[in-house]
């Protein structure tokens, strides 16, 4: 049994305030995309494991697909087991949420493997224990974020887009930039119009013009080759904005073709290049 695991961008990204805990509020959009982590369920008596084809990724319960295992299995008090194998295509530390949609799918895999009688209400309190966009990737498409990202509400009519992804090679700490952003913000950008327009079905070229991502102004001017992938998918004439905590940036294009285009003319550079396709609600 195999459950595919989609990349996430953000369409949006605004820093609301922060909690005495020191979690950062937010306003975003999560748009899952086309671009997949893939994992494979075989039953077991009882063990509970973990490999995994990138030999970088540890198989612990670091991993966080791991602990989203042990904790379902504790969560109900099953007694049974599972293999558990990941193909790791998602990048490391890319703003792309890889290992967050890891631990959905494990979510949503072992309910299936194991024949568990929980709604999706209770999937959604487990996932949020993992991590706070865990419970976007239950369900995918379109969504508005808010809190530390772990509230939802989908986002419908929303039409389908192309993006061309640019992984530059290396990751980016998200502690280490939500630390360095200076609050209380001085003026904080509104969500209300990218989001309208979306739900009002309006065509990429005109929601795109209201893309935002308040971590930019951290990352660009401190990590200079993220600054460089913006610079050059800019110059190709298309939307272009950082994903979430980088280092990814990615560009609205009008179709995939003119994604593997833009792929083909920046193949002189040394960086991943992904063109994809939004992925709808599940």
């Known amino acids: 049994m195999k459950f595919l695991a989609p990349a996430k961008i953000n369409l949006y990204l605004e820093i609301t305030g922060r909690r005495p805990d020191g979690y950062h509020t937010i306003e975003t959009i999560f748009q899952a995309v086309s671009l997949y982590d893939i994992l494979a369920f075989e039953p077991h008596k009882s063990a509970l494991t973990l490999t995994c084809d990138d030999k970088d990724l540890p198989c612990d319960e670091t991993n966080l697909a791991l602990r989203a295992a042990i904790l379902l299995r504790n969560k109900t008090g099953s007694k049974a087991g599972a293999k558990i194998h990941l193909q790791k295509r998602i990048p490391m530390g890319a703003g792309l949420g890889g290992g967050s949609s890891d631990a959905a799918a494990v979510l949503k895999g072992l309910r299936k493997l194991w024949n568990l009688d929980i709604t999706d209400a209770v999937l959604a309190e487990v996932a949020v224990q993992l991590g706070a966009d865990v419970p976007f990737f239950l369900k995918c498409g379109t969504a508005c974020g808010s809190g530390i990202g772990e509230c939802l509400e989908p986002l419908k009519n929303v039409l389908p887009a192309s993006y061309v992804l640019v992984y530059p090679g290396f990751g980016v700490p998200t502690a280490d930039v939500y630390g360095k952003l200076r609050l209380p913000l001085t003026r904080k950008q509104k ?17 795109s013009r209201y ?29 272009t ?42």
Not at 197 to 203: D, Q
Not at 258 to 276: L, N, S, T
């Open 211 to 239: 893309m935002f991502n308040r971590l930019e102004e951290v990352v660009l001017p401190e990590f200079r080759m993220v600054r460089h992938v913006r610079d050059v998918l800019k110059s190709s004439g298309c939307p």
């Open 241 to 282: 904005l950082m994903s979430g905590s980088g280092s990814t940036v990615f560009a609205v294009v009008p179709s995939l073709q003119r994604g593997e285009e833009i792929k083909a003319q920046f193949k002189k550079y040394p960086w991943k290049i992904y063109p994809v396709q939004t992925v709808r609600s599940r």
């Open 191 to 207: 969500i209300t119009k990218i989001k309208n327009l979306l739900e009002a079905g309006s065509s990429p070229d005109v929601w």
